[in-house]
């Protein structure tokens, strides 16, 4: 829409009301009506707005965010009178990202992407049951081939418990996830083994 020579770069959607179900004759009744409604909103907003429609799927376009505000309740005016309640979303083109977008949305925070995908090498430190180690150390190890960030592990042996460090490299954001599942199963394991030392079996 953007290679438009009006450069109708802005534009307001909304959905149509179903005629429902109802056999032929409801259908044409239906399409009618659309086509009616469409036909109104054309008239209310004059020749600056392209008005369409993809099946009841309503477009309007303009040139300017001013230009397509004014429409808007020219518009919701015009499908009133036709008995149609439709709210219009509105969205511009964006060239950076080749799509329309919601021009009131956040910006998003490039710092803060940046830094989730920085490269970081960290270490974490678990105390396991040494019966339990070498599963938790294998659904680790899963888990970080899952998200794509190396896993190192460097076991420290006690008598009745392994502590094991854990060196993890990847993206900043991934890493975090592995750490929170290990935190997670680490928590888990630790119940377990509790509830083991517990039983009177």
Known sequence: MSADPDERDWRLSGELPDAGAGGYL????????????????????GADVVVTHDD???FAYAASRAAIEAARAKLQEALSRDGMDV???????SEEHDEWIDPDAPPAAPAAAARAQA?????YVVTLGRWVREEFEQSIAARAAELGVSCEVVEHPHVLSSQAAFTVSGPAHKVDELAA??????????RTETAVMASPL
């Open 26 to 45: 409801r259908g044409f009744l239906g399409r009618h009506s659309e086509e009616h409604a469409v036909s109104d909103a054309r008239a209310a907003v």
């Open 56 to 58: 009841r799927r309503l």
């Open 87 to 93: 709210t219009l979303a509105l969205s511009t083109w």
């Open 119 to 123: 490269p970081v090498t960290r270490t």
């Open 181 to 190: 599942a290990m935190h997670a199963e680490e928590q888990a394991t630790i």
